[in-house]
């Protein structure tokens, strides 16, 4: 049990987010050249999608294999387990990005020093800062002319809603950059520009009124630092860990990733700070890390690369307990028990199997159409971890089956690529019709060609205009008000995936009017309320 205790402390996992082009993958890369899990720079290869390749099918399948490649970084530093969970920044797959967010005990937000607080960056942080995941902050691309460094954690605040401390401060920037002061540690980290630098040369001050910082970077910048310091202490709170693993502070650190500056710093003080394994609620109770029995959580569905074989990679999130390979567990929706045989731990950029994994390590598991996300696993209570709630998609497209002898190949490949997440799908109460909806139109050509491509399934789809898929919940469905409500919108209405009702709107007009109207029906835009 000890060992367990000690696998359990040393685990931290965490995923990044940011606007694309901030510069996540390159901070990846330089954070696994730390933990020696890779030899060279460009050896992560960014699962970015080129502007301009929507519907270049290469770029589909391209996109595709490196996500599994990059689904799960795992690496060791200063004896510590780190998991990065991969979370893509194109916004056609923020779904993805948001189930990944209920797999990370915590996140680094990546902003980009020039252009600050960006749309993908708002929406990923707010998701964050609803589920209380503690945050830190790293403003990247210091080497470059960007906003000065108040106005930044000024509009971090204002935009993201955050609490923010700096733990670092540059000094200068762009082609005055001269280095950073290290609010945390008490030194100070001279900016050379060559990425291949000693890491570890950073010369200490722990009296920022000693005249060796002015030998350091010249008087000017050194009164500069030493009354910006001053102001910044005045203006935000004390770093207070408890505060940060409640969401309630940010911490902030500045750096440039793709010259490995700041980034040591970054991980130091993430792996003093960052949370261990965290508890997690179920329908039932709260799980703690600690207890001896396993259970975890599907939040990611992979299909297999090869068409050939229809096997799937299920990743599992531990959250408690051990897991172990060939031991039997209970598939909790389908009250079945079932052993694996081969499940994968992620390395870097290899996958291995692996005998045991602890609470905040992620198992990869064949899966032959057993797993849907958000399914459960224990060792036989029967226990629940909450949904993962289904948000409005943007687009939505009626599908027909364009080879009426592959009707059956149709609805098999429809419903195996709903599990995993890909799109929604939503069927018209009135005649049956079924639509599919998706957060991008990337996500179209998606699943026409992994239809035909792995179900041998041919699909065509027809325009239809809807502006907002809502979750419909009536007060009381015998009411008069419900009954018409259901008579006069039937050609609106359509049943999700589980069976829940849903109301399409055509238009953000119509929508007010329908809630005007209908008092006692509530209208959501997730499928959890
Ligand atoms: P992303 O995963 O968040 O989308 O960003 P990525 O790391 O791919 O970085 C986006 C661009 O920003 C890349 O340039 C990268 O080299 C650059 N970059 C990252 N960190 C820094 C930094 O600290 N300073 C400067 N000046 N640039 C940085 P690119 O030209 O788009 O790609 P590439 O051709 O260099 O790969």
């Given at each position: ?10 685990r ?13 993958t ?21 699962n ?16 595709r ?14 004896n ?5 969970l991969d979370t893509?920044?194109h ?12 797999a990370?005990?915590?996140v ?21 800062r ?22 930044l ?27 950073i ?19 570890e040369?950073?010369?200490?001050i722990?009296?920022?009124t000693?005249e060796?910082l ?5 008087s000017?910048a050194a ?6 310091l001053?102001?910044?202490?005045g203006?935000?709170p ?6 940060y693993?409640e969401g309630?502070?940010?911490?902030v ?5 793709l ?10 003080c ?6 261990t ?11 703690k890390p ?10 990611k569905?992979?299909a ?10 299920a ?5 408690s ?5 060939n031991?039997a567990?209970?598939?909790?929706r ?5 052993k694996?045989s ?21 198992v990869?598991?064949h ?34 089956n364009?080879?009426?002898?592959k009707?059956k ?31 991008g ?10 239809l035909?491509?792995?179900?041998g ?5 027809e ?14 469905e015998?009411?008069e008000?419900?009954?018409d ?10 049943k999700?995936k589980?069976?829940?009702?849903v109301?399409?709107?055509?238009s953000?007009f119509?929508?007010?009017?329908t809630?005007?109207?209908y ?11």
């Amino acid at each position: 049990m000890k060992s367990f205790q000690k696998e359990l402390k040393r685990r931290r996992t965490f995923g990044i987010i940011s606007h694309p082009d901030a510069g996540k993958t390159t901070l990846t890369e330089k954070l696994l050249l730390f933990g020696g899990a890779i030899q060279e720079a460009g050896a992560v290869k960014s699962n970015k999608i080129k502007k301009g390749a929507t519907s270049d099918f290469m770029e589909i399948e391209r996109q595709r294999g490196i996500s599994v490649a990059t689904s799960v970084l795992a690496f060791e530093y200063k004896n510590i387990k780190i998991n990065i969970l991969d979370t893509p920044g194109h916004k056609d797959f923020a779904e993805d990005t948001f189930r990944t967010l209920t797999a990370v005990d915590s996140v680094i937000v990546v902003i980009d020093v020039a252009k600050g607080v960006e749309e993908q960056t708002e929406k990923l942080v707010e998701v964050c800062r609803m589920r209380n995941i503690p945050m830190i902050v790293f403003i990247n691309k210091m080497d470059r002319e960007g906003k000065d460094a108040f106005e930044l954690l000024d509009e971090i605040e204002q935009k993201l809603n955050l609490t923010v401390t700096p733990l670092s401060y540059p000094i200068g920037m762009g082609y005055d950059f001269k280095g950073i002061y290290n609010i945390w540690e008490k030194n100070v980290n001279l900016f050379t520009g060559d990425p291949k630098k000693d890491i570890e040369d950073t010369i200490e001050i722990s009296d920022l009124t000693s005249e060796e910082l002015d030998e350091l970077i010249g008087s000017k910048a050194a009164d500069n630092l030493r009354e910006e310091l001053e102001l910044a202490q005045g203006v935000y709170p004390e770093f207070d860990k408890e505060a940060y693993l409640e969401g309630r502070l940010q911490p902030v650190f500045f750096g440039s990733a793709l010259n490995n500056f700041g980034v040591r710093e970054l991980l130091d003080c993430f792996i003093n700070i960052a949370p261990t394994p965290r508890p997690k609620e179920s329908e039932e109770r709260l799980v703690k890390p600690d207890e001896d029995k396993f259970t975890g959580f599907v939040f990611k569905i992979h299909a297999n690369m090869d068409p050939k074989h229809r096997d799937r990679l299920a990743f599992v999130k531990i959250v408690s307990g051990k897991f172990e390979r060939n031991k039997a567990y209970l598939h909790v929706r389908h009250n079945k028990n079932l052993k694996f045989s081969s499940p994968n731990a992620f390395f870097a950029e290899k996958k291995e199997i692996v005998d045991v994994s602890y609470p905040g390590d992620i198992v990869g598991l064949h899966d032959t159409g057993n797993f849907k996300i958000g399914d459960t696993l224990t060792e036989g209570e029967n226990l629940n971890y909450r949904g993962i709630p289904s948000f409005s998609p943007e687009h939505f497209r009626y599908i027909n089956n364009a080879d009426p002898m592959k009707s059956k190949q149709l609805a098999k490949g429809v419903d195996q690529l709903m599990d995993e997440g890909v799109a929604q799908l939503f069927t018209l109460e009135l005649n049956g019709r079924k639509i599919i909806g998706t957060v991008g139109a990337l996500q179209f050509e998606v699943i026409q060609y992994r239809l035909e491509h792995e179900y041998g399934a041919k699909c065509t789809y027809e325009n239809l205009n809807v502006y907002k898929a809502t979750w419909v919940e009536a007060e009381d469905e015998k009411s008069e008000e419900f009954k018409d409500f259901k008579r006069v919108k039937a050609k609106f209405l359509a049943k999700d995936k589980k069976g829940q009702l849903v109301f399409l709107a055509d238009s953000q007009f119509s929508l007010q009017m329908t809630q005007d109207k209908y008092r006692s029906i509530k209208f959501h835009f997730t499928s959890e309320f």
